[in-house]
C-alpha cells in the first residue's frame, strides 16, 4: 500500500493552499476531493494583504491579477443612506500589497490548483470521498472511494480535513465546534450588467432588508440579502424574487443573473484543531459570518502556519508536539476575527426600527467626533505556541505579522520576501551576524538581511527581528548581542 506524508481531504481553497506549499518542499501528498469542478455558487469576493503574501510565497500573483479588482471603500449605510462608518480599501499596507482585493472564488481556486498539481509530489483524486479512517501506529489508514469504484485503501503519516464546513474529518474524530452563537439566513446573489453601483462594498443597514452590495471582480456585482422571518430560502432565490430585491439598487431588467444561492451564516471555532495524527484546516476548523470577508482569509493563514511546520516534523525530524502550536496560534487569532466579524453582523443585521434608530444616532455621533469605526483595527497576535521564549517581558511585535518592507538590491527596489525567499528571517538594522549566530541561521535554514531604515527599528526599540515561514515574527533581538540568542532560541523551539 502507499504511504504518503500527509493526505488532505478536500481541494477547496484551504486544500488546495496546504497542497501547493507541502508539495514546494517535495512532500508526498494525496488531495481528495469529492466534486470534479472547483465549487461554482457564490461564496469570497474579498481577501487581505495577508492573504496577497501569502500568494507571492506560493508564486501565483501573475496568475491572480487578472481575477482581482480594487475598490476605494467599504462603507455602512442608514435605511436613509446616510454614511454610518467609512474604511478605505485601497491603502498602502505594510505588508508590500494594498490592504483589500476583491476576487471571483472559482478563478482563484483553479489558480491554486494549478499551482498545487503542478508540484510533481503532489497527486490529486477528483470524484473521490474520504470515507473513514484510523490510526494504526506511526501512520493512519485512509478509506477512499472513487465514484463508482471499489473502496481503495491508502495510507499516510498525516490527515489533514480540509472537508469544509460539514467536515467528515472533524465528525469523526470527535472534534467539536465552539459556537460563538450566530445564526441568520442570507440569500446571495451574483450578477452582471449593473451600470449604476458604485466601486465599493456597501452595507445597507435598513431593518427593513439588511443588504450587502459589492462591486466584484470580472464585471460581477454582489447582492447579499438577510432574510426576514418567515421567508423561504428557496422561494427567495426564484430569479423574479431576486430582481424585486435588487430593484432599489439596478435596472432589474438590464442585468443578468450569474448564480444565487441561500446560505446560513455561522460563529462557530473548533475547540481543538489536532487530534492523534489527524488536523482540521480551514472551514472544517471555523466558520464565520462574511462581514468581514474573512472565511477564506483565515483557511489560507491556517495552510502556511500548518505547512511549514508539517514540513520541519516530516523533513527535519522535529518533535510531532510542535504540531500542537498550530492550534494553540491559530484559534485565538480566528476567534478575535470572529468576534469582529459578529459585532459587524449586529450592527448590520438589526432588524428592530427602533434600535436601528438608536444605532444610527449612535453611530453617527461617534463619526461626528472623528472616533475610528467599531470594526477590526488592528490584525490580532497568534496565540502562544512556537515564539520566542521567555513570555514575560515579551516583546510586543512577537506573533505579530511582520513588515514586508521594499528593499533595494543592485540598484532594484523589490519586496522583501522576494529577495530572501520563504523561511526564517533575519531582518537586521545594520551590521553583520557573527559567524555562531550564521551558523545557528544555517541550521534553521534562514537568511539574514538588513533593512536600512531605522524607522521601524527606531519605534520598537529593537536591533533585529526573526521572521518565520509564516511571516509572523518569532521574536527580536534589542541589541547587536542578543542576536545569538534570539536564535538559539528559535532552534530549541524547533527541535
Ligand atoms: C456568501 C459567502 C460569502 C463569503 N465571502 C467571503 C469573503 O469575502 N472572503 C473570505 O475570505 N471568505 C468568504 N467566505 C467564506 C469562504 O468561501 C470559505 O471560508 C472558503 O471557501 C472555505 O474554504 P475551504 O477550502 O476551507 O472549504 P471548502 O471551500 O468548502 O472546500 C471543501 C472541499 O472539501 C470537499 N469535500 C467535502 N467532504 C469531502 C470528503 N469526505 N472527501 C473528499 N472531499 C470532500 C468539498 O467538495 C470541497 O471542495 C464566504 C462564504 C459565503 C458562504
Redesign the pocket.
Known sequence: MNTYDVII????????TLAALLGRHGHRVLA????AE??QL??????DAE?MRIFQTLGVVDELLPHLRAISCCEFWTADREVLVHVPTDEPTDQGWRSDYLFH?PSL?KVLREKATGEPSVELRLC????DFREDGETLEVD?RGHGHEVERVRARWLVG????????RRKTGLELEDLIFDEP?V?VDIRGAKELRDAVIQFCDPARPTTIVAGAHDMQRF?FMLRPGEKGEEMVRPERLRELMAPWVDPDSIEIVRA?E?R?HALVAKDWLRGRVLL????AH??P?FL????????RDALNLSWKLDRVLRCGADPALLASYGSERAPHVRTFLEAAIAAGRIICTQDPALARQRDKTMLEARERGEPPPTLNSLPPLGEGLLQTPEADRHALVGTLAPQPRLTVDGTERLLDDVTGPGFRLVLRGGEPDASARRALERLEGHAVTWPDGGFFDEHGIHAFLIRPDHAVFGVARTPEQVGTLLEDALARLA
Open positions: 481531504a478536500g481541494f477547496g481553497p484551504t486544500g488546495a481528495i476531493e469529492r466534486d472547483v465549487y457564490p461564496r469570497a469576493v474579498h481577501f492573504v472564488q481556486e473521490t470521498e474520504v470515507l477512499i480540509c472537508d469544509g464546513a460539514n467536515s467528515l474529518v442570507w446571495v447579499e444561492a446560505y451564516f484546516a480551514g472551514d472544517a466558520q464565520t462574511p470577508g474573512q472565511g477564506m482569509c483565515a483557511g489560507i
